[in-house]
């Protein structure tokens, strides 16, 4: 049947990218751009009135500042993690890999009680803490937990794959040709790893920062101590404010699309120089 | 036998699809968070009732969430055919938004409000603290478990309520008023986001001194956890709390549900129904029913938003809004 013959190699190109675009429009763009037209029409005035204030400020610090402590965290445990999963064999070691991935599943609500009642001062970690004077919950420590959890799959995830692709041989030539096992893991591994490395750390990052549903629980929610910048849109929604919960939101928008921005460009960059090695 | 199953079940749906009003009625009550277990106890009771008057079957959803909440997932398409919310504001926002005609209020008896409840206590079991009034939780050593004001409409009560008792034991001092409420504020060691989430706080986390709430939810708490002995208590005085009902009218009559819709929310001022939210704890206008439960309604002084505040709107402007007094008590700690 001749008509069936496709004229590129790719299968179904147009159809399958107007699909795409389309769906992406409708999922991601869509909300955006309502976001930012409501941004507009409050006027920029108004957003910045809203943004520089000082319980905003202080809220949004508290979520960028904590978001990217879990996000490095995660970075440097999930590579570790990751390594462990496919290079060892050990007893549990599918269940570990399989776990690794419940906090995607798990409802964040159900991860923030889960927490809270572990970490509080009558949790059974929570106990523990309190008698060296380390309080977690309803502290930024408790924050912090919450966003290391929700994100810890993502550095995993990516750098599994990789990890997974480096043949051995390329540490036994690094070996027999003297490097020690420090120099082997700084100048080969980790170059391989570190764009994967990157992609992981960027997504934990953006979840952390519009992560609510678990923090919450968790939080303490004390004005300019524990207060996330997601609960002020929320409490801004509760009072009917949209223009106010649009002004943050935009706020947030604008620092999280800079600091993937800057991430992209350093993945770029250590992509350039894995290319002259 | 597969085949023929799949095909009944796909025919039986395909007419309940297509002729809903002949299959039953249905409404939908949009309803407040921690309304939960009440209308899971009143609704089998309407329904039998509906179902002996008219002949048909009726089903009752229910959606429970923030009522503010509920009231803006309605303006954005929830179909409602009925809203009992624990806040008039959140009603006031459906009747601005088209929803309900304005005077809601004049539908229902007692401004169509079926029963009430106030900002009340609990307390650890034996009330090692000797927590009595508002004046108590700005003690240095009491701390205060309510909710944040800023997210719920419990914890806004409860701040009305302290902001009234400060108003009427300084002989109307606003700036007396406000460091009472401030004092208390500082106390506050987590600022849940909702009711329930509080209780946990302090039921579960075992954390505060004394949980501040609706009395009805007091009563289901103690209940609930009856093994830790937690004791109510009731304040010399607290804010009237109405729980608001009425018919969205805007939707029922889209559904046709508007004759259900109206027995239902009257029906809940009938003595039968009047008796299963006093058990619920809450307090109720019916005369009979109040002086059997009297026990466990305590005296207290009510004052009303209205005669304190100067209504809602008065309310929202001067200390919701945005760097009004909430936000000055509640931030400045």
Known sequence: MPALVQKTPMPGLRLSAGITLTMLSIVVLLPIGALLLKGASFGPGNVWEVVNRERVWTALLLSFRLSVFAALFNLVFGVLLAWVLVRYDFPGRRLVDAAVDLPFALPTAVAGIALTTLYA???????????????IAYTQWGILLALIFVGLPFVTRTVQPVI??????????SATLGASRPHTLRHVILPMLTPAALTGFALALARAVGEYGSVIFIAGNIPLKTEIAPLLIVIQLEEFNYDAAAAIGIAMLLISFAMLLAINIIQIVSRRKMGHV | ????????????????????ALAQDKILNVSYDIGREVYEALNPLFIAEWKEETGKDLTIDQSHAGSSKQARAILEGLPADVVTFNQEIDV????????????WRAQLPNNASPYYSLPSFLVRKGNPKNIRDWSDLAREDVQPVFPNPKTSGNGRYTYLAAYA?????????AAKAQELVKAIFANVPVFDTGGRASTQTFAEREIGDVLITFEAETGAIAKQYADKGFERVTPSLSLFSAFPAAVVTANADKNGTAEVSNAYLEWLYTPEAQEVIAQNFYRVNDPDVTAKHAAEFPEVKLVTVDEVFGGWDAISAEHFAEGGILDQVFVNQ
């Open chain 1, 121 to 135: 001062p009558n949790g059974a970690f929570g106990q523990l803490a309190a008698q060296i004077g380390w309080k």
């Open chain 1, 164 to 173: 997974e692709e480096i043949d051995r041989e390329v540490e036994e030539a």
């Open chain 2, 1 to 20: 036998m597969k085949h023929g199953l799949f095909r009944a079940a796909a025919l039986a749906i395909g007419i309940g699809a297509a002729f809903p």
């Open chain 2, 92 to 103: 006031d926002m459906l009747a601005k938004g088209g929803m309900l005609p304005e005077d």
């Open chain 2, 165 to 173: 008792y400060g108003l009427d034991q300084n002989g109307g001092d």
